[in-house]
């Protein structure tokens, strides 16, 4: 708990698990009641955490996103000291300052990102105590939600006309596979049948060539030399 004295990132972790018990007691025993700010995105607000005197040490901003999640914005040693900032805010969007009777917490550009329980205390003797909690809601751009929809639809729809159009095109390419298939069985059967016919038509005339041939010259020619002889 002495170390706290120190500026920077380590009382920032060191008295993370403090303020999320303390917050939760106080939460509880108050009911769940806390001010409220509606803000559109883009805008700018400052928050306000009064209650505190002017030997005020160790203070600090946190927001709470559930009961067990809670993220460090700022912290400050002494009411007119720098403000340090923990778990990835910044400066440029955060600003943390004090009168020493009020702490302000100024926050620009917001977005829906930053809506939550913003609560501000001071660490005395080792022990938080949490003064002033406000529940900012960003409200959603219904515009920017709608042209987030609808770019969703088009989207979707594109993707669903493309595999659409992909599953069309297979359908075509493997039925002209098919039937190229086909038409190449139909062409070799018709070349075998043609070759086949032209084979039995060389085979027949060969054949009757044969049978119509008459004898041979060498066959008739003793019979003649006999008759003649007798």
């Known amino acids: 708990i002495s ?16 303020i999320v018990s303390t917050v939760s007691g106080w ?14 995105p883009g805008q700018e607000i400052t928050l306000q955490c009064s209650n505190f ?36 805010f910044q400066d440029t969007k955060f600003n943390m300052t004090s009168n020493t009777s009020v702490l302000f917490l100024e926050i620009k550009q917001l977005d829906p990102s930053d809506s939550g329980l ?22 959603v751009d219904v515009l920017l939600e709608d ?3 609808n770019l969703s639809t088009v989207i979707l729809g594109s993707l669903t006309v493309f595999l659409l159009l992909v599953i069309i095109g297979l359908v075509v390419s493997i039925r002209k596979l098919h039937t190229a298939h086909d038409e190449m069985q139909n062409l070799q059967h018709s070349e075998n049948a043609e070759s086949d016919a032209m084979n039995y038509a060389a085979l027949s005339f060969h054949t009757r060539t044969n049978m119509r041939r008459p004898a041979p010259q060498r066959e008739l ?7 003649a002889t007798r």
């Not at 170390?3 to 403090?18: E, Y």
């Not at 203070?59 to 709470?64: A, E, P």
């Open 221 to 227: 020619e003793p019979n003649v030399l006999y008759a």
């Open 3 to 18: 170390n706290f004295t120190l500026t920077g990132v380590a009382p920032c972790r060191a008295i993370k698990h403090l």
């Open 147 to 149: 042209g987030l929809t």
């Open 53 to 88: 005197s002017s030997f005020a040490t160790h203070i600090f901003w946190f927001r709470l996103a559930d009961r067990l999640n809670a993220s460090r914005i700022s912290f400050m040693p002494t009411a007119n000291s720098r403000a340090t900032f923990c778990d990835g």
């Open 27 to 40: 939460i509880a025993a108050s009911g769940s009641v806390f001010q409220t700010s509606e803000v559109q």
């Open 118 to 139: 913003y609560f501000c205390g001071e660490l005395h003797m080792g022990r938080p105590s949490v003064f002033t909690a406000t529940y900012l809601k960003v409200q």
